[in-house]
């Protein structure tokens, strides 16, 4: 078994910051890529940030500047630093890891509110 676990989320005011934390574990194989994805009510989930196993990242242009995806292959971790929150910001994130021969996993999710 694969276990993905997200966790960092809460309620901040705009212009706070938070940092999204994920942890694997279980039967990990070859790791394309780690990323973090978002779901606004009424609204289909996004990518928000990703980074693959050679450390090249990936950022929607909402949160360019803003955000910060980061890794530790070596403890099993991923981590996103938010920065300048906004409004727009507030949606249920979610973690996925996507390995080579076994697919994506994802995370149950976090919450984060930002309000203004």
């Known amino acids: 078994q694969v276990q993905v676990v997200d966790f960092g989320g809460g309620s901040v005011q705009a212009g706070g910051s938070l940092r999204l934390s994920c942890i694997i574990s279980g039967r990990i194989r070859t790791i394309e890529a780690m990323g973090w994805y978002r779901q606004a009510p009424g609204k289909e989930r996004e990518l928000v940030a990703s980074?693959?196993?050679?450390?090249?990242?990936n950022y929607a242009d909402s949160v360019k500047g803003r955000f910060t995806i980061s890794r530790d292959i070596a403890q099993g971790s991923m981590s996103l630093q938010m920065s300048s929150l906004k409004p727009e910001d507030t949606a249920v994130y979610y973690c996925?890891?996507?390995?080579?021969?076994?697919?994506?996993?994802w995370g149950r999710g976090t919450q984060v509110t930002v309000s203004s």
């Open positions: 980074i693959t196993s050679g450390g090249r990242t």
């Open positions: 996925n890891l996507r390995m080579v021969t076994l697919g994506d996993f």
